[in-house]
């Protein structure tokens, strides 16, 4: 086991398939030479060579085109866009084309593309870096969208993203990348796409959450300990498709249920969690379910960020609604 | 300050092999195809003109679907498409269908895609193609990233996409052609220069005199043809073929072409922006008339052997409509079955329901 942050857990993945697949590709702005704007694919180009490691030009959607392109050659690639604001370029490439593709050629071509990308607020980014918009992309059938929120599951996770035959959008929160280090192992391992994971046990509220807010769940979870409630947090770790069965189980255990996410109300993918929850486990519930989110407002200017992200004081007084319900 | 302009425009005329009356005018680039290859050429000419004819009565008794005519750009589609090998990848527009058939796509699937069933864009093994776009634009990046494929796999082979007037606007279009210029990688890109975007004239979408010089954008060579014209479109697509496969890099080629047509069979009525008077102008430039005069003073084409094609093409569309009419209407399980490898939970969920429902 290795010490490693979350960018050096995705370094990792990476190395580690392009290494096993001579198939596997890794290109986007600045990802060659340079190694990265946050150093993910640092050493790559170096260790694989230019024909595996390369620099595009600077243009998301054909970024897009040519991953579809050369996944009908037959390789397996995992472009990056710098920051996921800069999705609205390349909406067609990935929603209208790669998200598409097995349906509209009926199984006859396929697009196994990674499309890894940054996004998350808490670092003072410049205009549209931050925002999430997983939302979108999770409304889109044809696609899977993986967010971790542990360097042990983003190694994991990624390389089964790469594996899968089906397009995965693969999300990177910015302030996860080096706040903290977890336990890695060295060889490769996989985490099944799909499947949630209980991050902290507890019997009397379930905390639904992805990205940074697990950790926000966590910090809310252990001072709401003190206060004698015992809250489970789920860190859904895929947010299309969900687990279902995960989320289910955990509510019919703890009668109450709290969704969490970065992202404004009218945003993400806390709507589905809940009005799921609602049609498979009403009778278990003793209180409606609620969310915590951003406000409806475009992404906060960087110096009101801290007032406009959810934080785990939001958490905290959304638990003590649906236990006083 | 030296004004540029008109000297580039001018680098970009007009390539034509043979005129309007069927005469020889470029003697050097005559394209080297045996008497055998020019009446394959006529043959499959006269053939989607047939075809073409066909479709537009099949889909006005709807019997076919989605359809844009094609009539008049023979030459543009089909000459380009014989200076292929099989071994080559079309990326084709909506209105390339054409291409896709003579690349290997059966004609039944053809009308299938038509008609809106998966199984028309299902492409026989070997048959390198991808059904048509409707995203204008979206087949430019993806050729680009067809050709780098076959550039890192050492591939003797070319991305081949196609596009018309009004996709020159498009972002991905010079996306696509300055991705490929970067990774120097065998691509032909084609613009099907027909002068209107449905109803948009061609001066409306650019100021640039020649859709070709939008090479020069991209650092890649360009070349402006007369799309009327089988051996002009042939010769240059060889060329570019050739070129692009030695390691040359891509090209963008304009074909000056027209459809007699309307836009699509969905209602549009180009008598409302286009006059009698440029439709007469453009069929006097018709590619059957010129090619059939050639091939006839030749003597290697009669009146005999054309009526031969058309009624083999008539034989063959009944036949092919027969098998689309007949072929298995498509379910929604088989829609959720074809979305992944492996099903997620909600379709898995939404599969059962429809297993249920198709089964009473």
Known sequence: ?325 | MKHVLEEIENKFEVFQVLNQDGEIVNKENVPDLSDDELKELMTRMVYTRVLDQRSIALNRQGRLGFYAPTAGQEASQIASHFALEKQDFILPGYRDVPQLIWHGLPLYQAFLFSKGHFHGNQMPEGVNALSPQIIIGAQYVQAAGVALGMKLRGKDAVAVTYTGDGGTSQGDFYEGINFAGAYNAPAIFFIQNNYFAISVPVEKQTAAKTLAQKAVAAGIEGYQVDGMDPLAVYAVTEHARKRAINGGGPTLIETLTYRYGPHTMAGDDPTRYRTKDLDSEWEKRDPLVRFRTYLENKNVWSEEQENEVIERAKEDIKEAIKKADAYPKQKVTELIENMYENLPYNLEEQLKEYRERESN
């Open chain 1, 1 to 325: 086991m290795a010490q490693m942050t979350m960018i050096q857990a995705i370094t990792d993945a990476m190395r580690n398939e392009l290494k096993k697949d001579e198939n596997v590709l890794v290109f986007g702005e600045d990802v060659g030479q340079n190694g990265g704007v946050f150093r993910a694919t640092e050493g790559l180009q170096k260790e694989f060579g230019e024909d595996r490691v390369f620099d595009t030009p600077l243009a998301e959607s054909a970024i897009g085109g040519l991953a579809i392109g050369l996944a009908l050659e037959g390789y397996r690639p995992v472009p990056e866009i710098q920051f996921f604001g800069f999705l609205y370029e390349v909406m067609d490439s990935i929603s209208g084309q790669m998200a598409r593709m097995r349906y509209r050629t009926g199984n006859t071509f396929t697009s196994p593309i990674t499309v890894r990308s940054p996004f998350g607020g808490g670092v003072q980014t410049p205009e549209l870096h931050a925002d999430s918009l997983e939302g979108l992309m999770a409304q889109q059938p044809g696609l899977k969208v993986v967010i971790p929120s542990t360097p042990y599951d983003a190694k994991g996770l990624l390389i089964s993203a790469i594996r899968d035959n089906d397009p995965v959008i693969f999300l990177e929160h910015m302030k996860l990348y080096r706040s903290f280090r977890g336990e890695v192992p060295e060889e490769e391992y996989t985490i099944e796409i799909g499947k949630a994971d209980i991050k902290r046990e507890g019997k009397d509220v379930t905390l639904i959450a992805y990205g940074a807010m697990v950790h926000a769940c966590l910090k809310a979870a252990s001072e709401l300990e003190k206060d004698g409630i015992d809250a489970e947090v789920i860190d859904l770790r895929t947010v299309s498709p969900l687990d279902i069965d995960t989320i289910i189980a955990s509510v019919e255990k703890t009668n109450r249920a709290v969704v969490v996410q970065e992202a404004q109300r009218q945003a993400g993918i806390a709507a589905t969690v809940a009005a799921e929850i609602q049609e498979r486990a009403i009778l278990h519930l003793e209180a409606p379910v609620l969310r915590v989110t951003a406000p409806d407002t475009v992404y906060s200017f960087a110096a009101v960020e801290d007032a406009w992200l959810p934080d785990h004081k939001d958490i905290i007084e959304k638990v003590a609604a649906v236990m006083n319900f």
